[in-house]
């Protein structure tokens, strides 16, 4: 093989291994962003994570958006709307996945304030029997990975 062919070939080389290395640093950057991010929403009190739930629902495009009262909310953190349909909202800050009470607790509050669509947003996952329950009462599950994405779409 000449030597011209074999300079572009260790070129071609580099620049693949170049590109890989790239790569990996980038996704290693990304992942530390994510997680420090995260991070800092599981630091968050409970009324902090709802103001910080009400803050990416307005970054989304939600409109009313109000957090209700601490106690005696009747498993509703935040009403809103959002082209002419109203939510009715329930924040769990957990260190734990949320289980079925918190989908039964969402599911009165949407009938007590009248909502249309009722939503539980979390830091963390759900249970298997939360995700059966809120399909059957048609409650919508946002969780970590679904906060995350709102929060990258918004550059927050």
């Known amino acids: ?14 620049l693949i291994a170049f590109m890989a290395v790239l790569t990996i640093l980038i996704n290693v950057f990304l992942r530390h962003r994510r997680d420090r991010r995260i991070s800092r929403m599981d630091e968050l009190e409970g009324h902090e994570f709802e103001f910080f739930c009400a803050d990416l629902l307005k970054a989304q495009g939600f409109i ?23 939510y009715a909202v329930q924040c769990k800050r957990h260190t734990a996945p949320v289980g079925v009470e918190a989908v039964l ?6 009938a007590y ?22 399909k059957k009462l048609r409650i919508l599950l946002w969780d970590r990975g679904y906060l995350d994405a709102m929060i990258d779409e918004n550059k927050l």
Not at 1 to 14: E, H, Y
Not at 105 to 110: A, I, K, Q, R, S
């Open 64 to 86: 009313d958006v109000e957090v209700t009262r601490g106690s005696g909310d009747f498993g509703v953190d935040i009403l809103a709307e959002k082209d002419g349909v109203t």
């Open 113 to 134: 304030y009248e909502r249309m669509v009722g939503v539980i947003m979390t830091n963390q996952y759900f249970t298997a029997p939360a995700v059966e329950a809120a």
């Open 105 to 110: 607790c969402t599911y009165g509050g949407l």
């Open 1 to 14: 093989m000449p030597q011209s062919n074999l300079t572009v070939l260790a070129a071609l080389i580099g």
